[in-house]
T-cell receptor, first 115, second 115 residues
């Protein structure tokens, strides 16, 4: 089974500062990679995903992530944090085909934004 | 349009009782997933339904857990003889097809508390 490691369970940033959330995965073949965001008392919402092709992926709300195969990483960034970015963020990786519908999630990183 | 809905939003039950959790996927979505989100284990895959195919039950933690999907739409997750370790948020997701690259749309979850 795939595994995902998110470094840092909590990240605090100032409004307007860079947001950087780290994600590393274990996989012997290039997987599908995802970042989801969860606001309080809500389900998960897809921010962005990597399937094939361009390794820099742009998502919603100004977030982007870069797939680095050599580092088995898929870190999430946003140049300038907004108060509305306060939430929990999950990195996920799919299993290899044909079970690629099955996602393994990291433990999550809670982001707080200071005014 | 309507998203994935789950009911009840909160459920408190006594140890040893059976509970049923309901999921209404997005209309037209053929794939349906159940996940469990708990403090100790993070987000875990439980079960996957795709059309009329046999479900992937590989994530169900014990034989006390079962799920069905009627008419290719609504799904019910049943936990028999609940234990305190079953306390968690149970998330349902659906997608318009299967495969690792498709976006899974999540419901708000059912928070289960076993006393």
């Amino acid at each position: 089974a795939q595994s995902v490691t998110q470094l840092g369970s909590h990240v605090s940033v100032s409004e307007g500062a860079l947001v950087l959330l780290r994600c590393n995965y274990s996989s012997s073949v290039p997987p599908y990679l995802f970042w989801y965001v969860q606001y309080p008392n809500q389900g998960l919402q897809l921010l962005l995903k990597y399937t094939t092709g361009a390794t820099l992926v742009k998502g919603i709300n100004g977030f982007e992530a870069e797939f680095k195969k050599s580092e088995t990483s898929f870190h999430l960034t946003k140049p300038s944090a907004h108060m509305s970015d306060a939430a929990e963020y999950f990195c996920a990786v799919s299993e290899v085909p044909p079970n690629d519908y099955k996602l393994s999630f990291g433990a999550g990183t809670t982001v707080t934004v200071r005014a | 349009g309507a998203g994935v809905s789950q009911s009840p939003s909160n459920k408190v039950t006594e140890k040893g009782k059976d509970v049923e959790l309901r999921c209404d996927p997005i209309s037209g979505h053929t794939a349906l997933y159940w996940y469990r989100q708990s403090l100790g284990q993070g987000l875990e895959f439980l079960i996957y339904f795709q059309g009329n195919s046999a479900p992937d039950k590989s994530g169900l933690p014990s034989d006390r857990f079962s799920a069905e999907r009627t008419g290719g739409s609504v799904s019910t997750l049943t936990i028999q003889r609940t234990q305190q370790e079953d306390s968690a948020v149970y998330l349902c997701a659906s997608s318009y097809t299967s495969g690792g690259a498709v976006e899974q749309y999540f419901g708000p979850g059912t928070r289960l508390t076993v006393t």
